[in-house]
């Protein structure tokens, strides 16, 4: 294969999935490691790449990269929806308790499944916590779901509640569990997300939660952003579309992490 077709190739896996890995590349071309390097640095000159730590990530992003919460609806939708049933499962008919769901697309996902959630005993209400106005507006007509909204500024980019409010709201609570996602996870750095703010609630989330439980499709493996919100030691369970990448499974693993690939 040419050089060209090489970068042809190496750009379109950036746009399906965001990231690509020097060692895959070299494994899927049949070439050599310093051939890719050769490839990315090429790339990345002419400002279609950026490269990170082991690989590339697509032009544009960085630590301090955030997606519209519509720009996100449209990406890697299939394995959210798999997360997301996964999800679910964790939360089944005979669940009685309360559940949290930070902001995002994959939690929004979470609670579309959940909005036709059922008890298996008559009477039995879930009750859903979130600062995130879609979530809301997914459950508020549940019939069995007692929805809690939490209040704060409402941050236009990701329609989520944030600040000092919407955090000691969430330190009054105990839910049984939280579903948290996350714009990164990384075995070196944990749990990061752009904005300090929305790292703010994501903290208080876990801090109070008997259990968390972090949703993050394959395209975050690896990934860093500014604010680190977690440590890999904080969570009880990763639910993922793919199998970690080795160090972040080793990773996962010493940290006593659950990990289920849906």
Known sequence: MYALERHDSIGELLRTEGRVVVAELAERFDVTTETIRRDLDALESAGLLQRVHGGAVAAGHSSVTELSLDEREQQQTPSKSAIAKAAARLVPSTFVGSIALDAGTTTAEIAAELASWTPAREGTLLTVVTNAVPIAALLQHSPHIDLRLLGGRVRGLTS?????????????????????????????????????????????????????????????????????????????????????????????????VEVIVA
Do not use: C, M
Request: aromatic content about 4%.
């Open 160 to 256: 989520a509640a944030v600040g000092t409010a919407t955090v000691e709201q969430i330190t009054a609570l105990r839910p049984d569990i939280a579903f948290v996602g996350t714009n990164g996870i990384s075995a070196g750095f944990g749990l990061s997300t752009p904005d300090e703010l929305e790292g703010a609630v994501k903290t208080a989330y876990i801090r109070a939660a008997r259990r968390v439980v972090a949703v993050a499709d394959a395209t975050k493996h690896g990934d860093e952003a500014l604010t680190r919100f977690a440590r890999l030691d904080e969570l009880d369970t990763v639910i993922t579309d793919a199998a970690p990448p080795v160090d972040l499974q080793v990773a996962l693993d010493e940290a006593g």
